[in-house]
C-alpha cells in the first residue's frame, strides 16, 4: 500500500471539507451557521425604506456570545442587481432600500417578484457562516387596464344574420396580484338592443371579447355605428380603461339598378351626324361603391344594325350615332338596354328603346371599300414589288336616289393607285397605277372618293391601308467608298485595323449583310468579321516587304444583291531594320596633310522609313577603349572621316578602327563595322592631255555619222604611279543647250568618246553659225587630292544629204537650203507619186502570185539582181535578192537582233573597224523593227512575204568575187517594200568581206529615185 506525504492528505481533507459546505450548507461545521430569512416590501416605497435586520430575523443572539455580537460584521457577498435597489448596514445587519421599486418594470409579469442573495457574517476572531436573504417585492395596484388598439375599428359587412361574433382584441393590466388585474368587462351603447358584450376569461388570465349584432345590419339604413368597451380590476382603489369601437357597416350587391322608365321612345333625324347624341336611358342602383356603379349596353339579343347604327356610353347611357343614318330613313329599331352594376356577383335589370329614324331630304353616296384579299380589317399587306394594275381592293357604292344624284364616280386620292369600274358588279376595283416603293413610304392611306352626278354633287369618302412588304430591290451602300487605315508592322495576328459599315434600305433578310474579301490573294493577310465588317491582321506584316495592301470588300445582303468599297491598309513602321553599310569600309589618305583634312564619307542605309531610316557615325567606343592604338581620325555624324592628326607614311601606311552607325529610331538599332585606311604617297603630278592638245584638237565628222560611234580617243599621261596616276576622262560641257548630251564618254577608263545623237537634227535645231562643236573635256587622276586638268576638242562637222526614214522627202543640209527648195518639193512630188504607183504594182504582182503559190510544192528559189543608180555620179552597183524569211538562218559570220534592230558582222565592226559591238541600222532605223513579226511565227506556205528591205553596198576586188564595201553601212528602204536587201556573191554562199577602198565613216546612201 502506498504511503501518501501528510500534506497531501490536509490538502484533500480541506477540498472535502468545503464541497460538503456547498452541498450541505445546514450542517455545517462545528461552530459555522447558515440560517434563512425572508423580508416583504411592498412596491413604490421611498427610497431609505426599511425592509428588515438581518441580526433580529436571524437570532443570532442565540448563536454568538454577548461580547461578540456587537463585533459581527455583514457583507453581500453576490451584489448584481441587488447593489442597485437594496444596501446592508454591516454593523447591525440592517438592509434598506436604495430606491423606488417598481414591480411592474423590475419583475415585469412574473407572478413573484423576490430577490435572493447571501450575506457573510463574520466577527473580529472568527468566520460566524452565511445568511441567505430573500426579499419579496409586493404589488399593489397602481395600474389601469389598457387596450392595445384605442379606438377600434371594425369594418362589418351588411348582412340580414344576427348573433354573429366579430373579435375585438382585450385590455392588459401589469399588475400581478389578481385583484390588480382586470377583472370584468362592460359595453355602453346609445343602440338598444343592437349589439351585445361577451367576455371569457381563459386559463392564462387572458380574456377573449367579442361583439354580436342582435339585428341584421342594412347599410342602406344605418353605416357607422360607436360603442364602449370598458375594463375594470378591483384593486384598492379599484381602476379601469374604456376603449372606443367603431363600426363601419359595408355594403354588399343587395339592390339591382333601377330604370327612370320601362320604355324609351327616340325619334333620330337622319342627317344626324356621326357621334351626336340622340338620346339616353338612367338606372340608379342603391347600393355604393363597386355595388352602385351602374354602366350600360345594348342587350346581346339586339340585331347587329344597330350596333352599326348606333352606340350606348357605358358610364352615362348616351345614344350615339355610329353610322352615316341617311340610308335608313323611316325606319324603326327596337332593341333592349341592360343596367349592370359592378358587384360580386352583378345584378341586372333591363328596359326597352324605340329608335326611330326621321327622314329629312337628299343623300350623298355611300361608299365602303373592301381590300382584297379580304384580311377581315382595312389594312392589307402587298410586296412593293407588286406589278402594275394589280387590284388591290373592292369598292362598293350604294345611292338610292334617282336620275344623275344615283350616278357614282369614284377616283382615289392616292396617286399611286386608280379606280376602275369593274362592269357587271356595278362597282369599281382599286389597282396599282405606279410602281410602289417601301423606302419611300412604307404605309399608304389609300382614299377613295366617290361623287354623284346631283346638282350639288354629294361625295362620300372611305379609306384602307396598304402595308409595303418588304422586296430586295436595293443594293448595300458602304458608308464610304474607300476605307483607309493604317497598321504598325510587326503585329499579331488578329490585331484590329478599321470598320468597314454598309447600309440596305431593304428589312429583315434582304438587309441583313455578310461582308467578305473578295481578292483571294488578299484573304491570308486580313480576316474581315461577316457580321460587323470588323477588319482585322490576318498575318504579321513586314513594311519592309510590302508596306500597303489594297483590297475590295463586298457586302451581299440575304437576297444576294451586293456592294462593295476598296479599301486601302498602310503598314507603318517600326524600328525593326539596324542600318546596314553601303559605301566602301576601306579608303586612303595622302601623308603630311593638314588635321582635318577629310578623308572619305561612309554611307549607309536603313530599310525603315521616316526617323527610323535616319542615321548617324560615330566612332565606337571600343575605339577610344585602346590607348596604345589611338586613332587619329574622327568620324563626323553625317558619316565624314577626317583626320586629328599630319599622317606619316614612314610612321604608320595602315589604320583600323571600329565605326558604328545607328538610327534614330526608339528604340535606337545600331551596326558596327571596321574601316581601314591606308596612308599613301602624296599627288604630286597633275594629268597632261595627250590629245587633245596644242596642235592637235580637233575630229572631223560627216553629218549623217550614226549615233553610237566612237568619234575620237581622249589621251593623257600622269607621272605619278599607282592611284595617283589613274586617269578618268569626262566631258565638262557642251557650250549651247542643244548640244547638251550629244557626246558622251561611256567609259571613263577607256577616254573613247561617243556620239549619241543624229548631227543633222542637232545642228538644224541650233541657231549657231558655225559647224564647229567645242567641247570640254577633262580629265581627273584617282589621288589624294584629286588633281583635273581640262581642255578643248573641236568636232568639225561636214553635211551631206541624209535619207531620213518614213518620209520619202530629201533634205539638204547645206546653206543653200533656200536656193533648193524648189527641187526638193519636186522631188518630193515624184518620190511620192513613184511610192504609190510602186504600192499599187506590188499589191497586183501579190494578187497575181497568190494562186500560184498555193500551187507549188517547193520553196520558191532565189531571185537575185543587180539594180543600177539613177543618177551620174560614181557609186556602186547594188545586188539585192529577196529571201523568205524561213530560209534568213543567223550564223557565226550573221547574227540578226530581234527587237533592236541591229545587223552584227564578223570582221565587220562600227564603220569598219572590225569592233564586235552591235550598231543602229543606218538612215534613222527605229528600233521597234517590223524583223520581230516575221520571226516569231512560221513561215509557211503560200502568204506573201513580209521583210523588211535592206541593202549593203560592196566593191569588185581582185579574186573574182563580190566582196563588200569598207563603209558596211547597211540602209533600210521603206516599209511599203517588204523586201529584205542582203548582201550575197554570184555563187551563193560567199562570205561578205570588208574593203578598204571606202571612207569607214561614210555611209553609202540610196537616192530616193530607184
Given at each position: 500500500m502506498t504511503n501518501f506525504p501528510s500534506s497531501n492528505l490536509v490538502f484533500l481533507f480541506i477540498c472535502v471539507y468545503v464541497f460538503c459546505l456547498a452541498i450541505f450548507p445546514h450542517h455545517g461545521a462545528a461552530g459555522e451557521m447558515f440560517k434563512h430569512v425572508e423580508f416583504r416590501i411592498k412596491e413604490q416605497m421611498a427610497s431609505g425604506t426599511l425592509v428588515g435586520s438581518i441580526m433580529k430575523k436571524a437570532q443570532l443572539a442565540n448563536e454568538v456570545s454577548r461580547s461578540e455580537l456587537s463585533q459581527l460584521s455583514f457583507n453581500i457577498v453576490d451584489d448584481r442587481q441587488f447593489a442597485s435597489l437594496f444596501s446592508i448596514n454591516s454593523d447591525n445587519g440592517d438592509v434598506h432600500t436604495t430606491a423606488m421599486i417598481d414591480r411592474e418594470a423590475i419583475c415585469l409579469l412574473r407572478k413573484e417578484c423576490v430577490f435572493d442573495f447571501r450575506v457573510s457574517v463574520t466577527s473580529t476572531q472568527k468566520f460566524v457562516g452565511f445568511v441567505?436573504?430573500?426579499?419579496?417585492?409586493?404589488?399593489?395596484?397602481?395600474?389601469?387596464?389598457?387596450?392595445?388598439?384605442?379606438?377600434?375599428?371594425?369594418?362589418?359587412?351588411?348582412?340580414?344574420?344576427?348573433?354573429?361574433?366579430?373579435?375585438?382584441?382585450?385590455?392588459?393590466?401589469?399588475?400581478?396580484?389578481?385583484?390588480?388585474?382586470?377583472?370584468?368587462?362592460?359595453?355602453?351603447?346609445?343602440?338598444?338592443?343592437?349589439?351585445?358584450?361577451?367576455?371569457?376569461?381563459?386559463?392564462?388570465?387572458?380574456?377573449?371579447?367579442?361583439?354580436?349584432?342582435?339585428?341584421?345590419?342594412?347599410?342602406?339604413?344605418?353605416?357607422?355605428?360607436?360603442?364602449?368597451?370598458?375594463?375594470?380590476?378591483?384593486?384598492?382603489?379599484p381602476l379601469s380603461g374604456t376603449a372606443t369601437v367603431n363600426i363601419e357597416v359595408t355594403d354588399i350587391n343587395d339592390n339591382s339598378p333601377e330604370f327612370t322608365d320601362n320604355l324609351y321612345e327616340v325619334p333620330v333625324p337622319e342627317e344626324a351626324a356621326i357621334g351626336a347624341v340622340v338620346g339616353q336611358v338612367k338606372a340608379t342602383d342603391l347600393d355604393v361603391g363597386a355595388n352602385g356603379n351602374v354602366s350600360y349596353r345594348f342587350s346581346p339579343a339586339v340585331s347587329a344594325q344597330v350596333r352599326e347604327l348606333f352606340t350606348i356610353d357605358?358610364?352615362?347611357?348616351?345614344?350615339?350615332?355610329?353610322?352615316?343614318?341617311?340610308?335608313?330613313?323611316?325606319?324603326?329599331?327596337?332593341?333592349?338596354?341592360?343596367?349592370?352594376?359592378?358587384?360580386?356577383?352583378?345584378?341586372?335589370?333591363?328596359?326597352?328603346?324605340?329608335?326611330?329614324?326621321?327622314?329629312?331630304?337628299?343623300?350623298?353616296?355611300?361608299?365602303?371599300?373592301?381590300?382584297?384579299?379580304?384580311?377581315?380589317?382595312?389594312?392589307?399587306?402587298?410586296?412593293?414589288?407588286?406589278?402594275?394594275?394589280?387590284?388591290?381592293?373592292?369598292?362598293?357604292?350604294?345611292?338610292?336616289?334617282?336620275?344623275?344624284?344615283?350616278?357614282?364616280?369614284?377616283?382615289?386620292?392616292?396617286?399611286?393607285?386608280?379606280?376602275?369600274?369593274?362592269?357587271?358588279?356595278?362597282?369599281?376595283?382599286?389597282?396599282?397605277?405606279?410602281?410602289?416603293?417601301?423606302?419611300?413610304?412604307?404605309?399608304?392611306?389609300?382614299?377613295?372618293?366617290?361623287?354623284?352626278?346631283?346638282?350639288?354633287?354629294?361625295?362620300a369618302r372611305d379609306w384602307f391601308i396598304i402595308k409595303l412588304l418588304d422586296a430586295n430591290d436595293n443594293d448595300p451602300i458602304f458608308e464610304k467608298q474607300m476605307y483607309r487605315g493604317n497598321l504598325t508592322e510587326r503585329n499579331k495576328r488578329g490585331d484590329y485595323v478599321l470598320t468597314v459599315k454598309a447600309l440596305d434600305r431593304d428589312l429583315g433578310e434582304n438587309a441583313s449583310l455578310r461582308y467578305s474579301i473578295s481578292m483571294e490573294s488578299t484573304e491570308s493577310s486580313f480576316m474581315i468579321n461577316s457580321a460587323t465588317g470588323d477588319i482585322t491582321a490576318g498575318e504579321e506584316f513586314d513594311r519592309e516587304t510590302l508596306s500597303q495592301f489594297s483590297f475590295i470588300v463586298k457586302a451581299v445582303d440575304g437576297g444576294k444583291r451586293m456592294g462593295a468599297c476598296s479599301v486601302i491598309i498602310d503598314i507603318l513602321d517600326k524600328n525593326d531594320n539596324a542600318p546596314f553599310f553601303i559605301s566602301s569600309l576601306e579608303g586612303q589618305i595622302a601623308e603630311k596633310l593638314p588635321?582635318?583634312?577629310?578623308?572619305?564619307?561612309?554611307?549607309?542605309?536603313?530599310?525603315?522609313?521616316?526617323?527610323?531610316?535616319?542615321?548617324?557615325?560615330?566612332?565606337?567606343?571600343?575605339?577610344?577603349?585602346?590607348?596604345?592604338?589611338?586613332?587619329?581620325?574622327?568620324?563626323?555624324?553625317?558619316?565624314?572621316?577626317?583626320?586629328?592628326?599630319?599622317?606619316?607614311?614612314?610612321?604608320?601606311?595602315?589604320?583600323?578602327?571600329?565605326?558604328?552607325?545607328?538610327?534614330?529610331?526608339?528604340?535606337?538599332?545600331?551596326?558596327?563595322?571596321?574601316?581601314?585606311?591606308?596612308?599613301?604617297?602624296?599627288?604630286?603630278?597633275?594629268?597632261?592631255?595627250?590629245?587633245?592638245?596644242?596642235?592637235?584638237?580637233?575630229?572631223?565628222?560627216?553629218?549623217?555619222?550614226?549615233?553610237?560611234?566612237?568619234?575620237?580617243?581622249?589621251?593623257?599621261?600622269?607621272?605619278?604611279?599607282?592611284?595617283?596616276?589613274?586617269?578618268?576622262?569626262?566631258?565638262?560641257?557642251?557650250?549651247?543647250?542643244?548640244?547638251?548630251?550629244?557626246?558622251?564618254?561611256?567609259?571613263?577608263?577607256?577616254?573613247?568618246?561617243?556620239?549619241?545623237?543624229?548631227?543633222?537634227?542637232?545642228?538644224?535645231?541650233t541657231s549657231s553659225n558655225s559647224?564647229?562643236?567645242?567641247?570640254?573635256?577633262?580629265?581627273?587622276?584617282?589621288?589624294?587630292?584629286?588633281?583635273?586638268?581640262?581642255?578643248?576638242?573641236?568636232?568639225?562637222?561636214?553635211f551631206v544629204n541624209a535619207h531620213m526614214q518614213g518620209s520619202g522627202d530629201s533634205r539638204s543640209a547645206s546653206?543653200?537650203?533656200?536656193?533648193?527648195?524648189?527641187?526638193?518639193?519636186?522631188?518630193?512630188?515624184?518620190?511620192?507619186?513613184?511610192?504609190?504607183?510602186?504600192?499599187?504594182?506590188?499589191?497586183?504582182?501579190?494578187?497575181?502570185?497568190?494562186?500560184?503559190?498555193?500551187?507549188r510544192t517547193t520553196r520558191a528559189p532565189v531571185v537575185a539582181g543587180v539594180q543600177e543608180q539613177g543618177d551620174g555620179r560614181h557609186f556602186d552597183k547594188q545586188l539585192w535578192h529577196s529571201v523568205p524569211v524561213d530560209d534568213i538562218t543567223p550564223t557565226d559570220t550573221e547574227e540578226k537582233k530581234l527587237?533592236?534592230?541591229?545587223?552584227?558582222?564578223?570582221?565587220?565592226?562600227?564603220?569598219?573597224?572590225?569592233?564586235?559591238?552591235?550598231?543602229?541600222?543606218?538612215?534613222?532605223?527605229?528600233?521597234?523593227?517590223?524583223?520581230?513579226?516575221?520571226?516569231?511565227?512560221?513561215?509557211?506556205?503560200?502568204?506573201?512575204?513580209?521583210?523588211?528591205?535592206?541593202?549593203?553596198?560592196?566593191?569588185?576586188?581582185?579574186?573574182?568575187?563580190?566582196?563588200?564595201?569598207?563603209?558596211?553601212?547597211?540602209?533600210?528602204?521603206?516599209?511599203?517594200?517588204?523586201?529584205?536587201?542582203?548582201?550575197?556573191?554570184?555563187?551563193?554562199?560567199?562570205r561578205v568581206q570588208g574593203s578598204s577602198g571606202r571612207n569607214p565613216q561614210s555611209p553609202m546612201v540610196l537616192p530616193n529615185d530607184r
Open positions: 441567505a436573504v430573500r426579499i419579496v417585492i409586493e404589488d399593489v395596484n397602481d395600474n389601469y387596464p389598457r387596450f392595445k388598439n384605442n379606438p377600434i375599428n371594425l369594418i362589418i359587412p351588411e348582412s340580414p344574420n344576427v348573433n354573429v361574433e366579430y373579435k375585438i382584441e382585450g385590455a392588459t393590466d401589469p399588475d400581478s396580484d389578481e385583484l390588480n388585474s382586470v377583472r370584468k368587462y362592460e359595453m355602453r351603447s346609445s343602440y338598444s338592443g343592437m349589439f351585445e358584450l361577451k367576455a371569457e376569461k381563459k386559463l392564462d388570465g387572458s380574456w377573449d371579447l367579442s361583439l354580436l349584432n342582435l339585428k341584421p345590419l342594412n347599410r342602406e339604413v344605418k353605416d357607422r355605428y360607436t360603442l364602449y368597451v370598458i375594463a375594470k380590476d378591483e384593486g384598492s382603489p357605358a358610364t352615362t347611357g348616351r345614344i350615339r350615332v355610329k353610322s352615316d343614318l341617311r340610308y335608313e330613313a323611316g325606319r324603326t329599331f327596337e332593341t333592349i338596354v341592360s343596367a349592370n352594376d359592378a358587384g360580386n356577383p352583378p345584378r341586372q335589370s333591363q328596359a326597352f328603346l324605340v329608335l326611330k329614324i326621321v327622314d329629312v331630304g337628299n343623300t350623298a353616296p355611300r361608299v365602303s371599300v373592301n381590300p382584297i384579299p379580304n384580311t377581315g380589317g382595312n389594312v392589307l399587306s402587298i410586296s412593293e414589288a407588286s406589278r402594275l394594275r394589280t387590284v388591290v381592293a373592292h369598292v362598293n357604292v350604294v345611292d338610292r336616289d334617282q336620275g344623275p344624284n344615283g350616278i357614282v364616280d369614284c377616283r382615289s386620292i392616292s396617286p399611286q393607285f386608280k379606280v376602275r369600274r369593274f362592269q357587271g358588279s356595278g362597282g369599281f376595283v382599286v389597282e396599282i397605277y405606279k410602281m410602289l416603293d417601301r423606302e419611300l413610304s412604307e404605309n399608304i392611306n389609300v382614299t377613295i372618293e366617290c361623287e354623284d352626278r346631283g346638282s350639288p354633287k354629294l361625295s588635321a582635318s583634312s577629310e578623308v572619305d564619307t561612309l554611307r549607309a542605309e536603313d530599310k525603315d522609313e521616316g526617323i527610323n531610316a535616319e542615321v548617324s557615325f560615330a566612332l565606337s567606343d571600343a575605339a577610344y577603349n585602346s590607348p596604345e592604338h589611338e586613332v587619329p581620325f574622327v568620324v563626323m555624324p553625317s558619316g565624314t572621316i577626317r583626320t586629328t592628326m599630319i599622317l606619316d607614311k614612314e610612321k604608320q601606311n595602315r589604320y583600323t578602327f571600329p565605326v558604328e552607325v545607328k538610327d534614330k529610331g526608339s528604340p535606337s538599332l545600331t551596326t558596327t563595322a571596321t574601316v581601314t585606311i591606308h596612308v599613301v604617297d602624296s599627288n604630286e603630278h597633275s594629268p597632261v592631255f595627250v590629245f587633245p592638245s596644242r596642235g592637235n584638237d580637233s575630229v572631223h565628222l560627216r553629218s549623217d555619222t550614226v549615233p553610237g560611234t566612237i568619234v575620237a580617243v581622249l589621251k593623257a599621261t600622269d607621272l605619278d604611279k599607282g592611284r595617283n596616276g589613274r586617269l578618268k576622262y569626262y566631258i565638262s560641257n557642251a557650250g549651247n543647250n542643244n548640244l547638251r548630251n550629244t557626246f558622251r564618254v561611256p567609259n571613263a577608263s577607256s577616254g573613247e568618246l561617243m556620239l549619241m545623237k543624229n548631227l543633222t537634227t542637232v545642228l538644224q535645231s559647224w564647229v562643236i567645242r567641247l570640254n573635256v577633262s580629265v581627273r587622276d584617282q589621288g589624294i587630292p584629286v588633281l583635273e586638268t581640262t581642255a578643248v576638242l573641236k568636232v568639225h562637222v561636214t546653206r543653200a537650203y533656200e536656193d533648193d527648195l524648189k527641187y526638193i518639193i519636186i522631188a518630193c512630188v515624184v518620190g511620192g507619186i513613184t511610192v504609190i504607183l510602186s504600192i499599187i504594182i506590188v499589191t497586183i504582182i501579190l494578187c497575181i502570185r497568190r494562186p500560184h503559190r498555193r500551187r527587237g533592236t534592230g541591229t545587223l552584227r558582222l564578223n570582221g565587220v565592226g562600227e564603220a569598219g573597224r572590225g569592233g564586235e559591238d552591235s550598231k543602229p541600222c543606218n538612215g534613222g532605223f527605229s528600233p521597234n523593227s517590223d524583223l520581230i513579226d516575221p520571226y516569231s511565227k512560221k513561215h509557211a506556205g503560200p502568204e506573201p512575204f513580209h521583210g523588211d528591205l535592206w541593202m549593203h553596198d560592196y566593191n569588185s576586188r581582185g579574186g573574182g568575187g563580190v566582196r563588200g564595201g569598207g563603209g558596211g553601212e547597211i540602209v533600210r528602204f521603206p516599209r511599203g517594200e517588204k523586201r529584205r536587201l542582203e548582201e550575197v556573191s554570184i555563187q551563193r554562199g560567199s
